[in-house]
């Protein structure tokens, strides 16, 4: 039996007086793709969070790689990319090449540190995985937002992680990088057995890619296989008849269920 990758049971979180999740409970294992949705103010980005080590009272509720999150320390098993790459610094003085070497630091890095071969090896395969290795001695600040997007892309994916988590990682993108991505997410995800979760408001896009759906508002409304979602009485009652409709429709069309692992 292989291990859970993330299991988060019974999480409820708030701020001050008001509930933004309650009661999570949802298990993704090797190999998982995830399609996280939901509307705005669902509390997606909270529960990264909590995921993430970042909420701490969630700690006791979630497991990674079968170890307890508050005893977790192989963070480099994680690969990670926020929403809001706006709030980076343009400024920040480092090359694409060093940007994306961040990635492979641990949480207690010690300075100077010079790369590796191999570290330097997976910073390459990392650029020409996102097609930018003619960019990689060019300052992060000189780059158009597509560009930058792809250098963070990159970061979260070089380091090989077992875990990848992507909050709305498109956005910024043209619609042939855009293709090329999710390919690439794709060939990750059934090649390498990587656990996804990705984050995304076009939940009528997201059965394109993904196996598995969440969909959360301050609670599970549905976790399971695209299948499953779409032969749900409950789920067309909940969306209406047109929207179930639409999702599957997309998921259909791209061959039906991809299958759990």
Known sequence: MHETVLSVRNFSFRYAASPVLTDITFDAGPGDYVGLVGPNGSGKSTLIRAVL???P???????????????FREWKRIGYLPQRIGQFNPQFPATV????SLGLLS?????PKRRTAGEEEAVMRA????GIKDLRRKMIGELSGGQQQRVFIARALVNSPELLILDEPTAALDPDTRERFYELLDSLNRKQKTTIILITHDIGSIGRYAN???YLDKRVVFYGGFDDFCRSTEMASYFGDYSQHIICHRHND???????L
Not at 107 to 111: D, I, N, V, Y
């Open 53 to 55: 080590g970042l909420i």
């Open 107 to 111: 949480t207690k890095p010690a300075f």
């Open 127 to 130: 650029l020409e995985l996102l």
């Open 97 to 100: 090449q060093e940007i994306i």
């Open 254 to 260: 791209e061959g039906g269920e991809r299958g759990t």
């Open 212 to 214: 598995r759906l969440l």
């Open 57 to 71: 009272a969630a700690l006791q509720n979630i497991h990674l790689f079968g170890a307890p999150a508050s005893g």
